[in-house]
């Protein structure tokens, strides 16, 4: 699932719901960098972790 994320897609990680909404800022070779609206920017392992899209949410 997470091969398909592309820059700009809105996404929220499920083992981290208190991170809130983050948006992907590049996926390259299983590297998943998201800046997250409570966190701030972080790199995610595809392997170790499924990002879940929200299609429905406003940006950040």
């Known amino acids: ?3 398909v994320l592309e820059p700009g ?3 929220r990680n499920p083992a ?4 809130g ?3 992907v800022q590049s996926n ?7 800046n997250f609206e409570h966190v701030g920017k ?3 392992e595809s392997r170790h972790v ?3 899209p929200d299609y429905g949410a406003a940006p950040p």
Not at 16 to 19: I, M, N, Q, S, V
Not at 28 to 34: K, L
């Open 16 to 19: 981290a719901p208190d991170w």
């Open 1 to 3: 699932m997470n091969a």
């Open 50 to 52: 499924t990002l879940v």
């Open 42 to 44: 972080v790199v995610i």
């Open 28 to 34: 390259i070779d299983g590297r998943i960098t998201v």
């Open 21 to 23: 909404l983050g948006q």
């Open 9 to 11: 897609t809105l996404v």
